[in-house]
């Protein structure tokens, strides 16, 4: 399966080539690349399958340009804040990479906003477009650990609509975010229309009974789904 990816402008190659998207599992955070799967016979992170998944599978977009961010008291008590991309003077002014959701807008979500009530999204200089069929969803990668920024999760049908800018809350009141630095990790989710429907209730004898059977497997042999060797036993 292939994710096409180009610039939106002949200008924008370079970016490209510079800070091009990374498949996830070639990304991968250094604490978890230097974490032991066992320490003092107790299974780490590690070895979680949940986070060895949500970190290997999708793509990372990373930063195509230094980012800078701002606070300062002015001698009038107010607060000014300001930002800037070092690509801004480049390619586009400032206004084009970075601009706002104004408060308006962000209303009753409880995200950290800037003095002005707004918060900042930074446009993304290439299109993404993923198989008929496919969608992306845009996440933070909260694995790295950051706390300058967050970005917010998304859902966009990119095979009709590739474009996107990626809205963030500002964590700190000053920071610098190099270039190449992960910004957005991006899962492909498939497009349907079946329509969702929860089956919630007691559960069965025979339910129950695999469930226990699978959760003592699980303890007793320190697998999971996985890494065990041979299928669970069911009644």
Same mark, same amino acid.
């Given at each position: 399966?292939?994710?096409? @990816? #180009? ?10 080539? !510079? ?17 032991? !799967? ?14 060895? +998944? ?16 701002? *606070?300062?008291?002015? +001698? ?17 002014? !400032? ?35 993923? $198989? ?16 300058? @920024?967050?970005?917010? *999760? ?18 700190? +009141? ?14 492909? #989710? ?7 429907? !929860?089956?919630?209730? $007691?559960?069965?004898? *025979? ?6 059977? @699978?959760?003592?497997? +699980? ?7 996985? *890494? ?8």
């Amino acid at each position: 399966m292939k994710v096409r @990816i #180009y610039p939106n402008h002949p200008n924008f190659e370079n970016l490209l080539k !510079l800070y091009p998207p990374v498949l996830a599992n070639k990304l991968l955070p250094e604490w978890y690349k230097n974490m032991p !799967l066992q320490n003092k016979n107790i299974s780490t992170a590690k070895k979680c399958p949940a986070i060895q +998944d949500v970190l290997s599978e999708g793509f990372i977009i990373p930063l195509w340009g230094n980012l800078y961010f701002e *606070t300062k008291k002015l +001698d009038d008590n107010s607060t000014e804040q300001s930002w800037f991309i070092q690509n801004a003077n480049i390619y586009k002014d !400032l206004e084009y990479w970075i601009q706002q959701h104004k408060q308006e807008q962000i209303e009753g979500m409880k995200i950290k906003q800037l003095v002005n009530g707004s918060i900042l999204k930074i446009k993304y200089p290439f299109r993404i477009v993923p $198989p008929e069929g496919y969608g992306l969803m845009y996440h933070d990668p909260f694995y790295q650990f950051r706390n300058d @920024i967050r970005c917010l *999760t998304g859902l966009v049908k990119s095979d009709q609509w590739g474009f996107i800018t990626f809205p963030f809350e500002i964590l700190k +009141d000053n920071f610098e975010i190099k270039a190449g630095t992960p910004l957005v990790h991006v899962y492909l #989710y498939k497009l349907n229309n079946v329509k969702l429907e !929860l089956d919630v209730g $007691p559960g069965t004898e *025979t339910e129950y009974k695999n469930a226990a059977l @699978i959760y003592e497997q +699980d303890i007793l042999e320190n697998t999971n789904y996985k *890494t065990r060797k041979k299928p669970y036993i069911e009644y």
